[in-house]
């Protein structure tokens, strides 16, 4: 575990689930966060719930697939804020995609939230960090992305481009003084899953979640995963061959579903 080297934060796709409770958890810690995402109520009622929490927390309204207008935002952040040390981009959607619902506008929805959102976001803080040399970076992606799983042609196709990014970036990042993280959760009960039909294995509270987030975020630790009893099972898949990945997989979720 390292000092706390951030007091400001954006969180981008902070008005529920994940993010509102990573939101709300930095407040509880004295971290003063913009929390951003479309809905302009949700984010009201994340600043409501905070109102007492000895950081200070402030909206602004984004549409992450909207370049311009992600850049316009982290600039109001920025004034609000006085500067940022920390950004969160956790703002993603997910639809179930298979070989028999297989859709181009879907797919091209989910690239365009989940990873130009993420790259918008990116984008719009990376220079300063870098001609500052200090910043810190917090990309949420999924234990999704590590491996192809059914239904998942689209979400997991974003997921695994977050990680390659993220890895990519690491190189350079770690040269300019950035620090990158790469968020990897399991399943946690929020307003996107909540949309799964099926048994979610090990699944876990937002609250829960944002706490062993938060944790990560102090530590040295590239990935931070969580709950760990689910993400070390697909660590441990991700690294097998196909001959035997596809049968075991094939198995696990035929129980699931
Ligand atoms: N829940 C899980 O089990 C799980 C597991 C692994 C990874 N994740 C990832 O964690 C992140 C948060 O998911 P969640 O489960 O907390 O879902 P969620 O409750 O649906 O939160 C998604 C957040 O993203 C925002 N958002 C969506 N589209 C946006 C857009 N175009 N522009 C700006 N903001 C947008 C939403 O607000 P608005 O709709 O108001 O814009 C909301 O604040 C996602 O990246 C998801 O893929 C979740």
């Known amino acids: 575990m390292t000092k706390r080297h951030f007091n400001k934060a954006w969180v981008v796709g902070g008005s529920t689930g994940i993010g509102r409770a990573l939101a709300l958890e930095l407040a509880r810690h004295g971290v003063d966060v913009v929390v951003s995402a ?104 999924s234990v999704a992305g590590y491996r192809g799983l059914p239904s998942s042609t689209g979400y997991g196709a974003t997921k695994a481009a977050l990680i390659n990014m993220c890895e990519s970036l690491k190189f350079d990042l770690d040269r300019a003084g950035v620090k990158l993280q790469l968020i990897d959760p399991g399943f946690v009960a929020t307003p996107l899953t909540a949309r799964n039909n099926f048994p979610m294995p090990f699944l876990m509270e937002a609250d829960a979640a944002a706490r062993q987030f938060y944790r990560g975020l102090l530590s040295d630790r590239f990935e931070v995963t969580f709950p760990k009893r689910f993400t070390w099972q697909l660590k441990l898949l991700r690294c097998l061959p196909y001959a035997a990945y596809f049968p075991i997989v094939r198995r696990m979720t035929r129980a699931l579903s």
Do not use: Y
């Not at 004034?79 to 297989?102: E, M, Y």
């Open 38 to 141: 479309r809905g302009a109520e949700s984010l009201a009622a994340v600043l409501r719930d905070g109102v007492d929490l000895p950081g200070k927390l402030h909206a602004v309204p984004i549409d992450v697939t909207d370049r311009t207008a992600t850049q316009r935002a982290a600039g109001e952040a920025a004034a609000l804020l006085g500067r940022i040390d920390l950004c969160v981009s956790c703002a993603g959607t997910h639809l179930p995609l298979g070989a028999k619902n297989f859709d181009a506008e879907k797919f091209r929805r989910l690239v365009d939230v989940n990873l130009m959102g993420t790259v918008h976001v990116l984008e719009s803080v990376m220079a300063d960090f870098i001609e500052r040399r200090s910043g810190h970076i917090a990309v949420v992606s």
